[in-house]
């Protein structure tokens, strides 16, 4: 029997996974008062924006990928918000920037988290929205034990408060310090904005429905949008060194919806695999799997050995540079021949024994690439170690967390299934607006201001997320919904899940607690964009003999502790016997699994 951290839970009732205990416990405790995976799903999602405010806030924005048990197709809730209106190229280089700021209110874009989880509720809920905001404004008001990691980032940027973003520092430095691990922690202003967005929705009348869009219209065109608005023309200092405004308006988040789309998928030994469009990164996991059916080695599927963590790796190292080069909303993507078993037998070619440190974007349809002059060979990077609200806000290399993603995963007894990867607004990204009780995000410095390039920044464009949702199906029934934070590690950590749960037949719990790796050897997605050639992070879980077979391959190996890389959640419905199951990360102590 293999040991894992914890069990594989298996019921019939329903199952939870997301990355706080809290949030999966709150949208259990929907599923037994009689709502479905979406109500749960809701619930979760608000409950995050509270008890993981480092890590995702109501500022931000969430993809999701949903099956519902009447029509079992997967389809994409896109709650990216798109660039502001006054969000321009010539707007950036006028302030004498070449590259978007990683924090700041110059790095927001539209929020689009809030309005997609009431979307998803009025469509697919049954619930009310009191009922689904209950647990999250009894967090935000009554308090909750903070996790210590929520301290650790709050101390992290505790000068920049202090100095810079007084309305933040009221917030988060109330008692003249960081906040305690452990310590019960509340948020006055945003409970009073949930409890202002159900007083909007009950003064509607009693539809559900017209319920729901009237708190959509208290977000979007109401009280939210109007603080928003006038909070997003003060100047405050961002990563650029100076104070600038903000370029979200009320008119921006009034122009805004979020919506419904069809994924784009992967046909793959027998599974279907449905991932966000070419707008997120997410098709970079579909390349993947069809390069390395491509090499036609079965050794090339095992993660656990060097071989095959080298050819996965050097397969995750191609796709990405066919994400660089191709990936972006509104862009001209050759999608087709991206994931065509043609192209991928081209790109699998490119595989020898040796690690490559290059970035190589292929010529789908014959098309000649175009990358960021940012990445080419020679280019200057910068990073400022100092500044913590720079930088990926993932997982470092060397295993510590500076922020973040969170994830949820909810399926119930009737065979709803929803994979949502809620992030952006965390409470390092931007200042707090006080009358609101959180800050806006900052994911516009994933655009590039470059003209002419898949993601160069434009008004309505919605930013290349690294934000990435999973769902499988069977014989056209969902079987799986997975993800994790993680930034560009999203896909790098999915694919090994994938490999050891549909090819190699490992629980979902196994599969998640088995030891992770990831590649720096990618433009980075977030501020200030570095790269480090060849580098390949590895929990030293793995033992000296595959460590040194890397090394041989000529991966510039980084160990790191042996349960620091990876942040999956997952759970499963088995068609056959309505069984249902759920795993959660060990990694960070703080995810949990439930169900019955």
């Known amino acids: 029997m293999t040991f894992t951290t914890r069990p594989t839970l298996q019921g019939t009732f329903g199952m939870v996974s997301s990355t706080h205990w809290l949030a999966s416990q709150s949208a259990m405790g929907i599923l037994e008062r009689g709502g479905n995976a979406f109500d749960a799903a809701v619930t979760a999602g608000f409950v995050l924006h509270v008890v993981e405010p480092h890590l995702n806030g109501p500022g931000g924005e969430v993809p999701a990928i949903v099956a519902t ?3 079992p197709t997967p389809k994409v809730l896109c709650g990216q918000g798109p660039a502001p209106a006054g969000a321009t190229i010539a707007h950036f280089r006028s302030l004498g920037m070449d590259l978007i700021p990683g924090a700041g209110p110059l790095a927001a874009a539209v929020p689009g988290a809030v309005d997609a989880w009431l979307l998803l509720l009025r469509e697919h809920g049954t619930l009310s929205l009191a009922e ?38 009221q917030l988060w430095l109330r008692h003249g310090r960081p906040p305690a691990a452990g310590e019960m922690v509340t948020n006055p202003a945003y409970a009073d904005t949930l409890r202002r967005l159900v007083e909007a929705a009950q003064a509607a009348g009693p539809d559900r429905e017209a319920q729901i869009e009237a708190a959509r219209g208290a977000w979007s065109t109401g009280f939210v949008a109007d603080a928003i608005d006038r909070f997003s023309r003060r100047p405050f200092q961002d990563s650029s060194g100076s104070p600038h405004a903000g370029l979200v ?3 921006d988040l009034a122009a805004y919806s979020a919506t419904w789309e069809a994924p784009t998928t992967l046909d793959w030994h027998g599974y279907s695999v449905a991932k966000t469009g070419f707008w997120g990164q997410g098709p970079v996991l579909l390349e993947t799997l069809s390069v390395l059916d491509a090499l036609d080695d079965p050794g090339a599927y095992d993660p656990a050995t060097a071989a095959g963590i080298h050819a996965q790796v050097e397969a995750l190292k191609l796709a990405f540079a066919d994400r660089e ?9 050759p999608a087709k021949a991206l994931l065509s078993r043609e192209y991928a037998r081209e790109r699998a070619a490119l595989i020898g024994d040796r690690a490559s440190a290059e970035l190589r974007p292929g010529r789908p349809d014959g098309t000649q690439p175009r990358l960021p002059a940012h990445v080419q060979p020679g280019a200057a990077r910068r990073t400022d170690p100092t500044d913590a609200t720079t930088g990926e806000p993932t997982v470092q290399s060397d295993g510590v967390t500076r922020g973040d993603t969170c994830h949820v995963d909810v399926v119930d007894r009737w065979g709803n299934m929803i994979s949502a990867t809620p992030s952006g607004g965390w409470l390092q990204s931007s200042p707090t607006i006080p009358d609101l009780g959180f800050p806006l995000g900052s994911r ?4 590039w201001l470059e003209e002419g390039l898949a993601s160069s920044l434009a008004p309505g464009r919605r930013p290349r997320t690294t934000l990435s949702p999973t769902m499988v199906h069977r014989d056209g029934e969902p079987v799986l919904a997975c993800g994790t934070p993680g930034g560009d590690q999203q ?3 999915q694919v090994p899940f994938l490999l050891r749960h549909l090819v190699g037949g490992q629980s979902l719990q196994e599969a998640i607690d088995a030891p992770a790796w990831h590649t720096l050897s990618l433009p980075g997605s977030f501020y200030p964009r570095d790269m480090e050639p060849g580098v390949l992070v590895v929990e030293d879980r793995f033992g000296d003999d595959v460590l040194a077979a890397l090394w041989t391959y000529g991966h510039e190996v980084r160990v790191t502790d042996g349960w620091s890389l990876g942040r999956l959640c997952a759970v499963s419905r088995d068609p056959a016997t309505g069984v ?5 990360n060990p990694r960070g102590m703080q995810g949990y699994a439930c169900g019955r």
């Open 491 to 493: 896909d790098q950590w």
């Open 444 to 447: 516009l410095q994933m655009f």
């Open 69 to 71: 048990a009447q029509d």
């Open 325 to 333: 080069a191709w990936y972006g909303d509104g862009a001209d993507v």
């Open 249 to 251: 308006t009320g008119d």
């Open 132 to 169: 689904v905001l209950e647990p999250a404004i009894g967090y935000a008001a009554a308090g909750h034990p903070l996790v210590g990691r929520v301290g650790d980032t709050v101390a992290a940027v505790r000068s920049l408060f202090e100095e810079h973003w007084p309305t933040s520092a």
């Open 580 to 584: 249902l199951s759920a795993g959660a």
